[in-house]
């Protein structure tokens, strides 16, 4: 079982709409969970980190974090076709530097 | 805002050459990471260095080794090259401490 679990997509939504990508992982002991924006053939982007349980908004962006059930979701509102993109969820190794990239969920808008 | 650096951006080498990455981090960065990502796959962590020891270790092949210099910059050198070895290769760089990675723009590397 890979360490970072993620739907790898693609995720077609229409723009306007929100767009929901999920992502679990399997160290309980983990504690910052990041979500990365990569465009194709170009180099990750930090969209979003949380550590704590609960949600973290920024813009239109929310990252939403569940310990308890080992699963960081990440929310866009109003998807806008510049949004598609592959979305890497990250999770440190506990107590490591080292963070673990789930394989990516292809998003697409559609106009 | 400065941005990792690496360089070269786009690198063609025939089987059994060598190549040598370089990455110079975000001004005052200390730690600096390496990561290959092939067609389609999830960037997979090779080695990270801090303070110019080397923090930790993924699936590196012997083949490569990499270090830090006192100005923080790093390289990745890769021996024996393989078609396989084919892949993005991206720097990020982060304070120690702090688990927010930067990248910066990749290397990409084709061996024919």
């Known amino acids: 079982q890979k360490e970072v679990e993620q739907n790898s997509g693609p995720l077609s939504v229409p723009e306007g709409a929100i767009a929901s990508l999920n992502c679990t992982y399997s160290d309980r002991v983990s504690q910052s969970f990041f979500w990365y924006r990569q465009y194709s053939g170009k180099s990750p982007e930090l969209i979003m980190s949380i550590y704590s349980n609960g949600d973290k908004e920024d813009g239109r962006f929310t990252a939403q974090l569940n310990k308890a059930s080992q699963y960081v979701s990440l929310l866009i509102r109003d998807s806008q076709p510049s949004d598609s993109a592959t979305y890497l969820c990250a999770v440190d190794s506990g107590g490591y530097q080292k963070v673990t990239f789930g394989i990516g969920t292809k998003l697409q808008v559609i106009p | 805002a400065a941005g990792v650096i690496q360089s070269p951006r786009h690198l063609i080498k025939e089987k059994r050459e060598t190549a040598t990455l370089k990455c110079y981090p975000i001004?005052?960065?200390?730690?600096v990471y390496w990561y290959q990502q092939g067609p389609g796959q999830d960037p997979q962590f090779l080695i990270s260095?801090?303070?110019?020891?080397?923090?930790d270790k993924g699936s590196i092949p012997d083949r490569f080794s990499a270090q830090q210099f006192s100005d923080y910059h790093s390289e990745l050198n890769m021996s024996s090259l393989e078609l396989g070895d084919s892949a993005l290769y991206f720097c990020a760089s982060s304070l120690y401490g702090q688990e927010t990675q930067y990248f910066g723009p990749g290397t990409r590397l084709l061996v024919l």
């Open positions: 260095f801090y303070e110019k020891m080397q923090s």
């Open positions: 001004p005052r960065h200390d730690t």
